[in-house]
């Protein structure tokens, strides 16, 4: 993920607050609204790069927002941008950054920042990890630019077809290919992989792969 175009769901019952979020990160980052914890859960999707969460709101709070963002598996940074003042009962909150309302605006675009880099380092650290193993770097490789289905990458590199999808796993928890199920002229169905958007470049001794991670809408 790149911090650059990131996109942010700002999340407050305070329709007011959230157009001065929305003024603030104007020309740096793209805002979505949400007034409420369940409009919240409805409007987040995979594009998001980030939540602004108000812990405190009537019906779904954040704190319900926020759990039910991490059961659903979601690790998307959150901010929680409120007026509650921190207590031991935020110990075991998941979230990135805790700002006190009222909120200027360089605290807040800091805090947006930090869990922003964070993320991204998280991301790249995932991607050297992956591409740290000969086999996995080869997968990758006979993908770079194509389509196949593992048996395609398990004729072209030799390995057996476990070892393929154990390679495969890695890449795709890396966020550096896709799949997707399609149909053969035969009429059976099977998973093609391809790498995807935004290239990358990782340089590993005197091996040199270009990735492709997987954009998060695609996923």
Not at 1 to 13: C, P
């Amino acid at each position: 993920m790149s911090t650059e175009n990131a996109t942010i769901l700002a999340v407050d019952d305070e329709r007011e607050l959230v157009e001065i979020y929305r003024t603030w990160f104007d020309g740096t980052y793209a805002v979505r609204a949400a007034y409420g914890g369940r409009e919240a859960l409805s409007a987040f999707d995979e594009s998001i790069d980030l939540v602004l969460l108000d812990r405190r709101m009537p019906g779904t709070s954040g704190d319900d927002v926020l759990d039910a963002l991490r059961e659903d598996g979601h690790d998307v940074p959150v901010v929680m941008v409120t007026a509650v003042e921190p207590d031991e009962g935020i110990i075991e909150l998941p979230f990135d950054e805790y700002v006190i309302k009222p909120v200027d605006r360089t605290k807040l675009l800091e805090a947006v920042d930090r869990a922003l880099t964070r993320a991204e380092d998280d991301t790249a650290s995932d991607v050297l990890d992956a591409l740290g193993d000969e086999k996995t770097r080869r997968c990758c490789r006979v993908l770079n630019g194509d389509e196949k289905s593992a048996r395609e990458i398990a004729d072209v590199t030799g390995y057996s077809l476990p070892t393929v999808y154990r390679r495969l796993n890695t890449l795709r928890q890396a966020g550096l290919i896709d799949s997707r199920t399609t149909i053969d002229p035969g009429g059976d169905h099977y998973e093609a992989f391809t790498t995807i958007t935004e290239r990358i470049t990782v340089e590993l001794g005197e091996f040199t792969v270009q990735c492709e991670p997987v954009s998060k809408q695609e996923i």
